[in-house]
Nanobody, 123 residues
Framework: QVQLVESGGGLVQAGGSLRLSCTASGRTFRRYNMGWFRQAPGKEREFVASIIWIGSTNYADSVKGRFTISRDNIKNTMYLQMNSLKPEDTAVYYC?????????????????WGQGTQVTVSS
């Protein structure tokens, strides 16, 4: 079992920055494939970014060049640095983890999820 806890959400003006963190329990974090997803009111959960256990990253087109995903396997923590935020980035952001091979952009393939953290970007 892996427990994930997100933090770092909040209210920010358009153009601002936030850094989300996702801290995982367990001793095998370094082997987990990790992802960030978000869900806005009335919309489906959508892929934001992923980082697999060997470090390769993938981003949704909507966040490329603005968001950076990273992980610190010593601290069992994954990060999402979000710059140049836009009002359309407003959503609840979730981190996800899976020990096996996944299509990184498909939420159904991740076994473990955090509770989510709200990000609100004002115009």
């Amino acid at each position: 079992q892996v427990q994930l806890v997100e933090s770092g959400g909040g209210l920010v003006q358009a153009g601002g920055s936030l850094r989300l963190s996702c801290t995982a329990s367990g001793r095998t974090f370094r082997r987990y494939n990790m992802g960030w997803f978000r869900q806005a009111p009335g919309k489906e959960r959508e892929f934001v970014a992923s980082i697999i256990w060997i470090g390769s990253t993938n981003y949704a087109d909507s966040v490329k060049g603005r968001f950076t995903i990273s992980r610190d396997n010593i601290k069992n923590t994954m990060y999402l640095q979000m710059n140049s935020l836009k009002p359309e980035d407003t959503a609840v952001y979730y981190c996800a983890a899976d020990p096996g091979r996944v299509d990184p952009a498909t939420p159904e393939e991740y076994d473990y999820w955090g509770q989510g953290t709200q990000v609100t970007v004002s115009s």
